[in-house]
């Protein structure tokens, strides 16, 4: 089976063009004093504009020296652009899931693709998700873990997992922006201690909130091996029996009850850490995941850290490298 990496992210060309114009997306490309193109974006993102970031040849080239057969692509999370006036970010997200299915069907042996939706307005976003499994022929969805501070269990956002829930194919949530970024601007903690924690509170929002309950269906997968969450789900069971009238409103189980529900990519940096997580939730509930072309993924690549696990079968290392993924993107019967 083929290896495959879940968390791959580029920049569309269409999002650096509208980062060189003025723009509500909070974008823009600036020239250093060393002449190198730095692209700033919303969520203290600064980083020099690399081909890594843009080019299908460097993308496939890094796949070649990390070996990934295939990678289900999607638009970075800057240009999540959930901050942006409506209407521009009405306007930018079929421009973007325009590039990736020209991307994939440039590749098709070598990318699957994930499109975005401009969250802040849900008729638009469901429209679009229409529009990018039934006509651009895209594989899944990724979307961030809040929207400008209101988490995934807000009643707005129901409609669209429905309708993810019924085309069938995959949602990868990514941390972005996360809560309390204004306490962890020292140490580069936003992102080394904010996102993990972010995708933890978005786990638990989706738990605790009844959206796996109602759509058991729903095919979920969360960065960076759950964050926090697997790592306190018995905290999370605890609350569950004891805060009865705040935690079991919209729940009949404790939260570990949803954990195969869902999955996770494989990035915990740690040899005991994805070995506890394949222990709570099955090696056939973990994919790879490589959160390129970011320094935070793993150097060498995620096959290669998984494969070096000693804690780790032979058989959980080919299920988490390409069994679970193969499963997670099999059609429907």
Not at 51 to 58: C, I, L
Not at 136 to 142: A, P, Q, V
Not at 172 to 179: L, R
Request: one cysteine or more; aromatic letters at 10%.
């Amino acid at each position: 089976m083929a290896t495959l990496d879940i968390h791959c992210h580029f920049f569309p060309q269409a999002f650096l063009d509208a980062a060189r114009r003025p723009n509500s997306l909070r974008a823009r490309i600036e020239r250093r004093d060393d002449g190198r193109e730095h692209l700033v974006c919303a969520g203290n993102f600064d980083h020099p504009l690399t081909p890594d970031f843009y080019a299908a040849a460097q993308m496939i080239a890094d796949m070649d020296r990390t070996g990934i057969d295939l990678a289900a692509i999607s638009s970075a999370p800057p240009t999540l652009s959930y901050w942006a006036e409506p209407e521009a970010a009405r306007a930018l997200a079929p421009k973007l899931n325009d590039s990736i299915a020209e991307r994939v069907a440039a590749h098709p042996d070598r990318f699957l693709g994930l499109a975005t939706v401009p969250l802040q307005d849900i008729d638009a976003s469901i429209q679009e998700a229409r529009r990018a499994v039934r006509e651009l022929r895209l594989h899944g969805f990724m979307i961030g873990s809040n929207v400008g501070g209101k988490n995934l269990n807000h009643p707005d956002y129901f409609p669209f997992f429905e309708t993810v829930a019924g085309l069938g194919v995959p949602l990868f949530i990514h941390p972005y922006i996360p809560a309390g970024e204004e306490r962890m601007q020292d140490y580069y903690l936003h992102n080394l201690l904010g996102m993990v924690a972010e995708t933890g509170l978005a786990i638990a929002s989706m738990i605790y909130g009844g959206i796996l309950e109602r759509l058991p269906t729903l095919k979920v997968v969360f960065a960076h091996a759950g964050g926090v969450f697997p790592y306190i789900v018995g905290r999370m069971d605890h609350g569950y029996r004891v805060r009865q009238v705040e935690c079991t409103a919209a729940i009949p189980h404790p939260p570990s009850h949803y954990l195969r529900q869902v999955h996770f990519d494989c990035m915990s940096f740690n040899h005991r850490a994805l070995r506890y997580l394949v222990d709570q939730v099955g090696a056939d509930r973990v994919l790879l995941g490589s959160d390129y072309p970011f320094d935070m993924g793993p150097i060498g690549g995620p096959a290669a850290e998984v494969q070096a696990n000693p804690l780790l079968s032979a058989a959980e290392k080919e299920q988490i490298c390409a069994g679970t993924a193969a499963a997670l993107f099999a059609p429907a019967p």
